[in-house]
């Protein structure tokens, strides 16, 4: 009954929601320190509070499907036209839809070593194949060979990129596009962008927007405070965005979740707010890990990775960590032994640092007694 | 570097939203009168409301992706188990698995001559080919001619049937069910189950739990009063649920419509309340009806359809209409000369009965003075 390419995918099991596992270790949620989702520390903008909490009523009717005014905002930020944007449930849906248009079971992704799991998951529900670079970063010259060798039929940049921390320049960007065969498309996530600081690492819309076969993705889950309203878009030239409205279902995102990211359209004090919290927290972080000596990757966005060597195990410091209250992201399962940790607020951070201070000092003491 | 099957698609046009044209013809937005959606007249539970409103700021955070509490409250609603359930952003978004893990373009769909657009959306998104029967209503032995003779992959029963509101038995359907091949999958979609009153035409979730290749689909958007927070579900043996689950993206509901198809779960008074207006108004539809001696299909559903004969066109009514501030369903897509029109509040379809009585006058004046 089923289409055979999708035999291969892993059957989902439900776990627990993590904050029912920290609550049996006898932590009470309000003591809870998550900085494993890259969400934003200090919420969502104040303003996008109130225009939810007024229009809770609303919850009833269905959406504006064209995204009028959300696409206006859009258009004014980033200096496009509303027909070359089109809005996902998060940018995660616009990659389905980027998904869903180019690949089948004869088809190929590429992308660098360790980047954003979802590119994998949907090119394994469209009977795609995987092929990686050998670094995790992005690095011009690796891709150009994978690209000559097996011309992919999608390209993925993640830059700044996900769960590594590290951006790409703009020059070693173009070099991977203008290497891409026109019959590929490239895609640049875009998803911290916000973050960046250095004028070498940023991108726009505008970049990518008279390349045939390149799209720009950007999300209101990270710097704009959104992550649960589930809110991202792709823009691209219209002939890309056409195709992939082909495969957007109407009334894709909420009409609480439309609300939200129009009224934080309207807010960037939050968004800047936002970046300059990050950027004095995450001095700490670096503070933090030279300290300590551990090595960690120069990160561009909102979180930070830490690189283990061989005294230390990344899982078993996660879940310590969890047994004190401090959720993080293990990414043994990247096939790093490393840890990824989202920038909180002050007084989270700190929290962060003593219990893993604690855990370095408990490990090293153990270390030296089995010396 | 698109797929092939998708060529056919018509491209995307956004128009503005209705709400703005009818703005346009100078009606202020607040004496707009949308019975067009089939949306819930009384909005949503107060305690949905409050719930939204009072978590406003959890906008940033991603909902728990097992969904522990929402399967929860429809596995004791529904006597299944949290295996037996797969949550959708709206019903919508479980008829796209389906059609992801059964469709191809080798495979066919089975629905009657008018039902619910998106099954048609889905199956050209994947590329298979659309058989339907010759009436709108569901009829066993037209059912079973077409599986006979074509061995559909997807056979779909809506009931009761949107945009036509009649309903199907429950031992008709089981006719189509006996009938299907056990390698094809029948889904069995009760979006306006709620409003149903008599016994033989009102179906559960477990009436087919038993059979490997039923799933049967609902959804909080209309009874419930959450069209606009895009929460569905489908039930069915866990075999099947588990290989939805291969295609479902992570965190594919916002954290606010998590939280409001929970509270809604807990409030079925506001469900009691709604079908009882419902009903109460259904019959001065009917009254309206047999005074204008206009055909209509007896409704199971929170709307009816009126069946025009020659003298009216359906588009036409529908932009008069229109023009006075009223937004109903022009059927004329459906290849119906009919209108569908959303059960609303006491005043809004008193406001209606007064709009389309003119319309009809107005007509039947033009008519007689032609003649």
Redesign the interface.
């Known amino acids: 009954?089923?289409?055979s390419y999708?035999k291969d995918?892993?059957?989902?099991e439900?776990?627990?929601?993590i904050?029912?596992v920290v609550r049996e270790f006898g932590i009470e949620s309000q003591d809870v320190v998550k900085l494993a989702?890259n969400?934003?520390p200090?919420?969502?903008s104040e303003k996008?509070?109130?225009a939810?909490?007024?229009s809770?009523?609303?919850?009833?009717?269905?959406?504006?499907?064209?995204m009028?005014e959300l696409?206006e905002a859009l258009s004014l930020r980033f200096g496009v036209t509303?027909?070359e944007i089109i809005i996902g449930?998060?940018s995660?849906?616009v990659l389905?839809f980027i998904s869903?248009?180019?690949?089948?079971s004869a088809s190929k992704i590429l992308r660098s070593a360790v980047t954003f799991a979802?590119y994998d998951?949907?090119a394994k529900?469209f009977g795609a194949q995987i092929l990686t670079t050998p670094s995790y970063q992005h690095i011009a010259d690796e891709f150009i060979e994978k690209i000559e060798s097996a011309n992919p039929?999608i390209i993925y940049i993640c830059t700044p990129n996900n769960p590594t921390g590290d951006a790409t320049t703009r020059e070693e960007v173009f070099k991977i596009i203008n290497a891409a065969s026109k019959?590929?498309?490239v895609v640049v996530d875009c998803a911290y962008m916000e973050y960046v600081e250095e004028e070498e690492y940023k991108l726009v819309p505008k970049d990518f927007i008279n390349c045939d076969?390149v799209i720009y993705l950007g999300t209101f889950s990270k710097a704009f405070?959104?992550?649960?309203?589930?809110v991202g878009y792709g823009i691209a030239n219209e002939n890309i965005i056409?195709?992939l409205?082909?495969?957007?279902?109407?009334?894709?995102?909420?009409?609480?979740?439309l609300l939200?990211a129009i009224e934080a359209s309207h807010d960037i004090d939050f968004v800047t707010k936002s970046v300059a919290l990050n950027r004095e927290e995450m001095k700490r972080y670096i503070d933090f890990a030279k300290k300590y000596e551990i090595e960690y990757i120069p990160s561009k966005t909102n979180f930070i990775t830490l690189l283990f060597d061989e005294k230390h195990n990344s899982s078993e410091i996660a879940t310590n960590l969890m047994k004190k209250g401090v959720i993080i992201r293990d990414l043994a399962s990247y096939g790093l032994n490393a840890i990824r940790i989202t920038i909180g607020t002050k007084s989270q951070n700190s929290k962060l640092f003593e219990v893993l201070s604690q855990e370095l000092q408990y490990r090293e003491s153990i270390e030296s007694k089995t010396v």
């Open positions: 009954m089923y289409n999708l995918i892993k059957t989902y439900a776990g627990k929601p904050e029912l989702s969400e934003n200090l919420g969502c996008v509070a109130q939810i909490a007024s809770a009523q609303k919850a009833s009717l269905y959406p504006d499907d064209s009028y696409k509303a027909k449930a998060g995660d849906q389905e869903h248009v180019v690949l089948n979802m998951i949907y529900q039929d019959d590929s498309l076969n405070g959104l992550g649960g309203m589930r056409n195709m409205y082909k495969v957007r279902p109407p009334f894709n995102i909420s009409s609480l979740s939200a």
